[in-house]
């Protein structure tokens, strides 16, 4: 029997760290985790309302350099998750304070797909129930993602 991989929810800051050029620790952990991704050793999934910030992002110019990312973001994590009335109505229930409302949907995205890790550098995921967050800082943590 082959244990079945973790699907994990990728959130914007992964997407647009891994686009950028800098070489902070933050930056080159985003990066190796788009490129895993990319090759099939991360499973992951995101949605529609990542890569609508994704974009929104590029399309302001700020921060500089992201020209064709939320293209290249559709094309790694495509089909994509949709974002449908449910897990609206979800995250406008949601009691989970330090959330945003991007972040409540991105929550309640992965609830209503089963999915309970996130991939994020906002610590104000730690506070939404039933999702675990791992730092992309966080090596181990990242390591243990990854299907050798």
């Known amino acids: 029997m082959t244990a079945q991989r973790l699907v994990v929810f990728v959130d914007t800051n992964v997407i647009v760290y891994g686009a950028t050029s800098a070489d ?3 930056v080159v952990s985003c990066k190796a985790i ?20 994704v974009w929104h992002l590029e399309l302001r110019g700020r921060p500089g350099g ?5 293209a290249q973001a559709y ?3 495509t089909p994509l ?15 989970t304070s330090g959330l945003g409302a991007n972040d409540r949907l991105h929550a ?5 797909h089963g999915i309970g890790t996130i991939l994020s550098a906002d610590a104000a995921f730690d506070a ?5 967050r791992v730092d992309p800082r966080d090596g181990g943590a990242v390591d243990e993602l990854v299907t050798r």
Do not use: K, Q, Y
């Open 108 to 112: 309640a995205t992965c609830a209503a």
């Open 34 to 53: 788009v490129r895993a991704i990319g090759a099939g050793r991360i499973e992951a999934r995101t949605s529609v309302g990542v890569i609508e910030e």
């Open 24 to 26: 902070a620790p933050l």
């Open 75 to 77: 094309a790694l994590f």
């Open 128 to 132: 939404a129930p039933g999702l675990r």
């Open 66 to 70: 992201l020209d064709g990312t939320a």
């Open 81 to 95: 998750l949709p974002v449908t009335d449910a897990e609206v109505l979800a995250a406008l229930s949601s009691p």
